[in-house]
């Protein structure tokens, strides 16, 4: 388990909306906590994907994409606030992310 | 049953990114053949190709957003920005109406997904399924409009443009659809098409001078030249596009499909089923020989095909072949593969919509018992009502596609 710091929330909060303004081409001044997904950037899931590859890379998580899976399937991530929360979540309980 | 006419075009050649310039430099005869650069070709036998220009990089950063970018193929790029000039091109908007009436019918082999990046599995990519999926033409299509009739991939090889207007046409007339986006896309120039198609001696080895290896009909041909590309078609009923005012550029009466049921790469002796499948297309399309005034060949450079393409056309046409036009576009685009059938109907479009007839470049001596006009070396004006689109494919899958001045 990784203790999660206000200065990790931050540094992760930039990075998921630097990541979704980049990959999108939106100005990363545009996407705050409530910005939808699908609606608002017209994102794909897929993308969720490819960030959560590049975070298990990044902060060396031991956490298989399917367990990812589980828990998206009753809590979605919909907003770009509920992706940070989720990778919050990733890089503090990894393969134990509480259900 | 609904007359189906064409309200929109877009090309993305290796004559031009846009159907202007591609089209001005197909009738001023300006090769699009040179070295491949898409890949290092030391140790290929086979150094040249039609490639698309390099300022496509810049218009497809433009046209599509990173995300969906990065989820297609080139041969996907090139037939979505092609997609987006031909629906441009027709005005129709697709946001009003019943989008249940509004279709896909894309002719592909498949995406042309390089095979060593398909293969490099130990690098994650979430895109990987999706770039590889034949049906991503037509897929990614009905997300951008939102089309929710019937959108679907047709594969016939070098004829798979011909089958997918084919289909598309059956939808209007049918009365099921109102509008279906047609045509195909390919772009094969890979290393593993250029050794393959190399390695059955179908290509071209003239290494040295690039833009005259492609020589539909003359004596001195020895294989085609790959080239890439899209070319994509509106077809709409008539009513439609007359109830909107749309420019309508030529109606397209229902192509002829046959197979030739012989071998796998080769044609029928003396083009017999080639010769069957454009006497079907004039059957079907309600011409005389004598109505017809241009065929844009499938005309490959190769030895065979040329040979028998003209003997068929000589067969089906009779005392009025003499007095056609027949031109092979190829001669400057090179063979676009699956994307051929597409690129040659908006060209031939192009002649009923202008009056000019594309010349055959680099035909210099034709086969001595051919008694056809191969329109050699130069555009040429002339009134055109009917032109045959032909594209015949390994496989034997054979179509032709009757284009009509409409009145």
């Known amino acids: ?99 | 049953m609904e007359r189906v006419v064409i309200t929109g075009l877009g090309l993305v050649s290796p004559l031009g990114v846009d159907l202007k310039s591609s089209w001005e430099n197909c009738i001023n005869g300006k090769s699009g053949v040179g070295e491949i650069t898409h890949f290092d070709t030391s140790g290929f036998k086979i150094k040249i190709a039609a490639q698309i220009p390099s300022e496509f990089e810049d218009i497809v950063t433009q046209s599509i957003k990173k995300r969906i970018r990065k989820q297609m193929t080139r041969s996907v790029q090139v037939y979505a920005v092609a997609t987006q000039m031909a629906v441009e091109d027709s005005g129709f908007d697709f946001e009003t109406g019943d989008s249940e009436r509004y279709g896909a019918a894309i002719g592909a082999s498949g995406t042309d997904y390089p095979s060593e990046d398909m293969s490099n599995v130990t690098a994650f990519d979430s895109g990987r399924i999706v770039k590889s999926m034949s049906n991503a033409f037509p897929a990614w299509t009905s997300l951008q409009y939102g089309l929710t009739g019937p959108t679907f991939t047709v594969s016939t090889a070098c004829s798979s443009g011909g089958y997918a207007m084919a289909l598309a046409f059956d939808q209007i007339a049918m009365g099921l659809c109102d509008v279906m986006i047609s045509g195909a896309s390919c772009c094969p120039i890979l290393p593993e098409f250029i050794a393959g198609f190399g390695d059955i001696q179908a290509m071209s080895e003239r290494n040295v001078s690039p833009e005259e290896a492609s020589c539909p009909f003359d004596v001195s041909r020895d294989g085609f030249v790959m080239g890439e590309g899209a070319g994509v078609l509106i077809l709409e009923s008539e009513t439609s596009a007359r109830n909107r005012g749309a420019h309508i550029y030529a109606e397209v009466r229902r192509p002829a499909l046959l197979g030739e049921a012989y071998n796998i790469v080769s044609p029928r002796p003396d083009g017999v089923g080639m010769a069957r499948c454009m006497e079907t297309a004039l059957k079907q399309a309600g011409l005389n020989t004598s109505d017809v005034d241009y065929i844009n060949a499938h005309g490959t450079s190769t030895p065979l095909n040329d040979a028998y393409e003209a003997k068929a056309i000589m067969s089906s046409f009779g005392n009025d072949a003499g007095k056609l036009a027949v031109s092979s576009t190829k001669s400057v685009t090179g063979h676009c593969l699956a994307a051929a059938g597409g690129v040659e109907a908006v060209l031939s479009c192009m002649t009923l919509e202008t009056g000019v007839i594309p010349p055959t470049m680099n035909l210099h001596e034709q086969d001595p018992d051919v008694g056809l006009d191969f329109v050699p070396m130069e555009a040429r004006n002339a009134k055109v009502d009917a032109v045959l689109s032909n594209s015949f494919a390994f496989g034997g899958h054979n179509s032709v596609v009757p284009f009509i001045r409409y009145e």
């Open chain 1, 1 to 99: 388990m990784t203790e999660i710091t206000n200065a990790m929330k931050e540094e992760v909060s930039s990075f998921v909306k630097e990541y979704f303004a980049d990959e999108c081409e939106v100005e990363i001044s545009g996407i705050n906590d409530g910005t939808l997904i699908i609606e608002d950037l017209d994102g794909d899931s897929l993308m969720f994907l490819s960030l959560l590859e590049i975070i298990r890379q990044k902060y060396d998580v031991d956490v298989e994409i399917k367990t990812i899976g589980k828990r998206l399937m009753t809590k979605p991530a919909e907003t770009i606030g509920d992706v940070v929360d989720m990778v919050l979540l990733v890089i503090e309980y990894g393969e134990n992310i509480p259900e």
